[in-house]
């Protein structure tokens, strides 16, 4: 498994965009956690494709301690209707477009995990393509990186590649400090 | 003679121009020109109202700008929108969008290039025109089309690939039928917002470009 993300970058703050084919981004998202957590960093995964109930089983089958993840879910709500958050392990908003639920999300998130090294994967930018316009995209990764380097804290987007209008792209490259394309 | 060779060269081009003295007045307003403008030659030479043509008010065209020497101005005029000619010296054309021409407004190309005699000083300038409203329409369409792929044929791509995991984990025995369902259930809401996206570019597509052919309108309209 090639190193993606290292712990002295992670240690730095750093904010990625890491792109990865259609067929290899699950296990893109699988081997970005392990290395996460391998560096001692805890990994907040925000979800708008799998919910997190599976998510953490197929984790915990690829060998990754559970209790050093937790979840922003978009996707259970939507299906189930309800599910309660569970303080530290995983918070859900109702739909993958509703921005500002994420963006309270993301931040109380880090406030119940403040002190810890964490570090914020989104998976994915593609997926929320579905649900909002590139612009409003945009805005809303603007918004997260943005709190990301107020808090001092790391964060990793996920996309597919060749996937993003080419504007989107540019605007993208401009808030992160490094893209890495795993294709 | 001359002077009838050359005014003949400016009438004869299908492209609107007119040339200015010194002294900014005009001194060719050509044929295309006047159709494209309505105003007439006759009504224009000598004056230095060419501003009419473009502007409600009155401000320096392109052509007057450049003869005054005040490049700078034109970085404040149409920022972002100018180039300097990499053909001719002295000469620089720019872009802008007129809401006053036309019905839903203008685009135009403007060049504009300062007129010297043999020993290089300035005699006037001549300014050109061309509506690019098309092109423009036809760019922000592009913008329409790459918007609509990156929402329409690359989440049908997503869709595939996550189908393709739900089916070999449910292969492999990992996933219980509520989880099954959950899964499929989300790949269900995400073919219908693709679906709902297409019809919203559609809309917004017909709405926004009038000159669509009826036969493709009634195709996008659904």
Not at chain 1, 29 to 58: A, K
Not at chain 1, 104 to 121: F, M, N, P, W
Request: proline share 3%.
């Amino acid at each position: 498994m090639p190193t993606i993300v290292n712990a002295d970058e992670l240690a730095q703050k750093r904010i990625f965009l890491v792109l990865a084919t259609p067929g290899s981004i699950r296990q893109c998202n699988i081997d970005l956690i392990r290395q996460i957590t391998e560096s001692g960093f805890h990994t907040i995964v925000i979800t708008t494709n799998f919910p997190y109930s599976i998510l953490v089983r197929l984790y915990a089958k690829q060998g990754i301690d559970s209790g050093k993840v937790s979840f922003i879910d978009a996707v259970t709500h939507n299906s189930v209707g309800s599910a309660k958050n569970i303080p530290g392990v995983v918070r859900f908003v109702n739909h993958p477009s509703d921005l500002t639920e994420m963006g309270i999300a993301v931040t109380e998130v880090l406030k119940e995990l403040s002190g810890k090294k964490v570090c914020i994967l989104y998976d994915s930018i593609s997926t929320m393509l579905i649900y909002l316009s590139s612009s409003n995209i945009s805005r809303f990764i603007h918004f997260v990186t943005n709190r990301l380097r107020l808090t001092d804290v790391s964060g990793i987007f996920l996309a597919v590649e060749k996937g993003l209008d080419p504007m989107l792209m540019t605007q993208l490259t401009t808030f992160v400090d490094t893209v890495i394309d795993t294709g | 003679m001359l002077a009838s060779w050359l005014q003949q060269i400016v009438d004869c081009s299908p492209i609107p121009q007119f040339v200015i003295g010194k002294d900014h007045r005009v001194k060719f307003w050509n044929k295309a020109l006047e159709r494209y403008s309505g105003l007439r030659a006759t009504e224009m030479a000598g004056t230095n109202r060419q501003w009419q043509a473009f502007y409600k008010e009155e401000r320096p065209t392109l052509v007057d700008v450049l003869l005054e020497g005040k490049t700078d101005e034109i970085t404040q005029l149409y920022e972002g929108r100018y180039n300097r000619s990499v053909l001719i010296e002295d000469a620089w054309e720019a872009t802008d969008f007129f809401p006053q021409i036309g019905k839903n407004g203008t685009w135009l190309h403007f060049t504009a290039a300062l007129i010297r005699d043999d020993t290089g000083d300035v005699m006037g300038a001549v300014e050109t025109l061309e509506d690019i409203t098309d092109l423009m329409k036809a760019e922000e369409l592009i913008a329409y089309m790459t918007e609509m792929t990156m929402r329409v044929a690359h989440p049908v791509g997503i869709i595939r690939e996550n189908l393709q995991d739900i089916a070999r984990l449910t292969r492999e025995g990992k996933l219980v039928p509520e989880e099954i369902g959950i899964l499929l259930d989300t790949q269900v809401r995400n073919a219908a917002q693709i679906q709902k996206n297409t019809e919203d570019f559609q809309k917004a597509v017909v709405e926004k470009h009038q000159e669509i052919p009826e036969a493709y309108r009634k195709f996008l309209s659904g």
